[in-house]
């Protein structure tokens, strides 16, 4: 028995391996993004306004059935929006706050592509889910790499602010045209949704309570694999 458990998994490990197809490409994604801010009231952190951020980079997927990919990659991709908020200055004179945060991250997308069987010659229509795990390299705010707290006087890197890792979940709708044998074009509208507070300076420094940051953001994806 075990020998031919052995034999039928050596079998479908065959099978998976010679079945498996990679597909590499690249893709742009210009996009409008935001930031979903929330506090108690006496704090006031509310979203302020989106901005547009652009990106791209490698797009791997890893079919392992004709209609179904692992897809993955390496991005860079810009986020931020304006958030306001209410603060008061060491002499106790009210403060209304607002701050314009720009932030480059590069992500590691894990997702799944579910793809249609043709809808129309070499034309399929695709499904992706998942999320991504993302790090941010940059980060400004109101257009600086530094930002003087206008409540406490004290100048800080505008990196201080941001939490060092952030995760999103993604859902997307695309559709994809085969132009020859290896090559296919694709372009699909993307959401994501930040799961992270990024929020590292307000709680952390501040003493803010129950401050919540989190990214979000649409974006167009078109791209080419080879």
């Known amino acids: ?15 998976g391996t010679a079945s498996a197809q990679v597909e590499i490409g ?4 210009p996009s409008i993004t935001s930031l979903r801010a ?20 490698l797009v791997v997927d890893y079919f392992f059935g004709e209609n179904y990919a ?4 390496l991005l860079l991709n810009g986020k ?4 306001t908020y209410k603060d008061a200055s060491n002499t106790g004179s009210a403060i209304n706050a607002k701050q314009d945060i720009s932030m480059q991250y590069l992500e590691l997308p894990l997702s799944v592509k579910l793809f249609t069987n043709e809808i129309a010659p070499a034309t ?16 400004r705010i109101n257009s600086n790499k530094f930002y003087t707290d206008p409540a406490t006087g004290e100048e800080n890197k505008a990196s201080d602010y941001v939490y060092f890792f952030d995760a999103d979940a993604l859902a997307s709708l695309g559709v994809e045209y085969q132009l020859g044998t290896n090559t296919k074009v694709f372009g699909g509208i993307r959401y994501n949704r930040g799961l992270v507070d990024i929020d590292r300076y307000f709680e952390k420094t501040r ?15 078109l791209g080419m694999k080879f």
């Open 1 to 15: 028995m075990k020998k031919l458990l052995l034999a039928l998994f050596a079998l479908g490990a065959t099978i």
């Open 26 to 29: 690249l893709k742009i994604s």
């Open 38 to 57: 929330e506090s108690p009231a006496n704090y006031g952190f509310a979203s302020d306004g989106s901005k547009f951020s652009f990106g791209g980079g």
């Open 70 to 73: 692992f897809s993955t990659g």
């Open 80 to 83: 931020g929006g304006s958030i």
């Open 124 to 139: 399929r229509l695709y499904f992706q889910v998942g999320g991504s795990l993302n790090v941010p390299i940059g980060t």
């Open 207 to 221: 003493n803010f309570n129950d401050v919540t940051i989190k990214n979000s953001g649409v974006a167009l994806d």
